[in-house]
């Protein structure tokens, strides 16, 4: 049984890192982008939404960008029992880092500490200026498209608001990244969960991860670049997997 190894491994683990991807909030009913279901399998011009250039030029894309920023399914997603299971590993002391692609915030919903959750695609919480680089809090901002601005200004410099999440065109948060790599040079154990692990730098975590020596365990539905690189590759589905696994570990 190879979720038996993998159970008997986390045991033995004192510094997990847990790479996540959409797939962990899948359960949550918020669908994923590149799956046989996901969202820009099925309307490819969705992508077009999460594509800075597109987005700075066109006024009509950002007032689209706006109205899909209301009608979110994460703002009515709960946690599901793979965040929670995770929460659990932090609670037995095994819980290094939470390196998500996810920007729902449900892992911190869930209950895992907000100091160990590196969100390397970014918030959907936050809203940041393209202009000044101002933050502000995405509820403040639907607020006032509720209100009546279908593509609300900043109010410092009148320039260009979007979401605090990493478009396609647009550079990563360097702490973020640096965080993210001494997460997964530092475990002992990477956890890759719901991840497709094709988007770079995310997928590199991977091979930083095993060039540390630290052992790899992929769970995922679908087969990933990184199965042959992995100790152990698990295909159950996650909100099943996840809880036995850490039900091995023990406290
Ligand atoms: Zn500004």
Known sequence: MT?????????????????TGAGVSTDSGIP???????VWTRDPQAARLSTLQAYVEDPALRRLAWQRRREHPAWSA??????????????????????TQ?????HQRAGSSPE????????????????????????????????????????????ILKSATISFGQAMDGASLRAAIDAAAGCD????IGTSLTVHPAAALVE????????????NASPTPYDDLADAVLREPIGEVLPALVQLVGT
């Open 116 to 159: 160990r959750v590196i969100e390397i695609h970014g918030t959907m919480y936050e809203v940041e200026c393209l202009g000044c680089g101002g933050r502000t809090t995405m509820r403040e901002v639907l607020d006032r498209v509720a209100a009546g601005e279908p593509d609300p200004a900043c109010r410092d410099c009148g320039g």
């Open 32 to 38: 994923d982008f590149r799956g046989p279901d996901g």
């Open 102 to 106: 996810n920007i729902d915030g449900l």
């Open 189 to 192: 154990l990477l956890l890759a």
């Open 208 to 219: 930083v991860a095993a060039g540390s020596g630290a052992r790899v365990v992929i769970v």
């Open 78 to 99: 709960v946690p599901n029992a793979g965040h929670r299971a995770l929460v659990e590993l932090e609670r037995a002391g095994r819980l290094l880092a939470i390196v």
């Open 3 to 19: 979720a038996q190894r993998v159970g008997a491994w986390l045991a033995e683990s004192w510094a997990v890192t847990a790479l």
